[in-house]
């Protein structure tokens, strides 16, 4: 049966991951300790650590980070949960130039442990046109 305030809690994680000025250690606090598993964009990250190690490379490497919610759903439970979007994203260079705008697909997985949600799955990815093998940087849901 789907949770009305576990679905709102998951919506403001998701708020905190999303914004161009998120802190790492915030949004890390809401990984799983013991499960985390990504499949990025470019990367397949393992664990915790590895996830903290890819958002301050990405951090480092990236000046400036748009993005914005194009449509998202989430359902949820007491204790699991999942988040599906569209987001758009804009990746800045140091003089403002653009360096990659798409928008992606994202799905999240949580889970609910010891009254906290963590997140235990993260894919996100962009579409190829399978008949060009073109990625369709401006798909939508």
């Given at each position: 049966m789907r949770n009305p305030e576990s679905e709102a809690e998951i919506l403001r994680i998701e708020k905190l991951f999303n914004r161009p000025d998120f802190d790492i250690g915030e949004c890390l606090d809401y990984c799983d300790p013991k499960d985390f598993v990504s499949f990025d964009f470019l990367y397949?990250?393992?664990?915790?650590?590895?996830?903290?190690?890819?958002?301050?490379?990405?951090?480092?490497?990236?000046?400036?980070?748009?993005?914005?919610?194009?449509?998202?759903?989430?359902?949820?439970?007491?204790?699991?949960?999942?988040?599906?979007?569209?987001?758009?994203v804009t990746l800045y260079n140091d003089d403002d130039s653009i360096m990659y705008e798409s928008n992606m697909r994202v799905t999240i997985c949580y889970r609910k442990s010891d009254g906290k949600w963590y997140q235990v799955a993260q894919h996100a990815s962009v579409p190829i046109d399978l008949q060009t093998g073109v990625p369709d940087l401006k798909s939508v849901w």
């Open positions: 397949n990250i393992v664990g915790k650590e590895a996830h903290r190690k890819h958002l301050e490379s990405m951090r480092s490497n990236i000046p400036k980070l748009d993005c914005e919610f194009l449509r998202m759903e989430i359902s949820a439970g007491d204790d699991h949960g999942f988040a599906n979007y569209i987001l758009h």
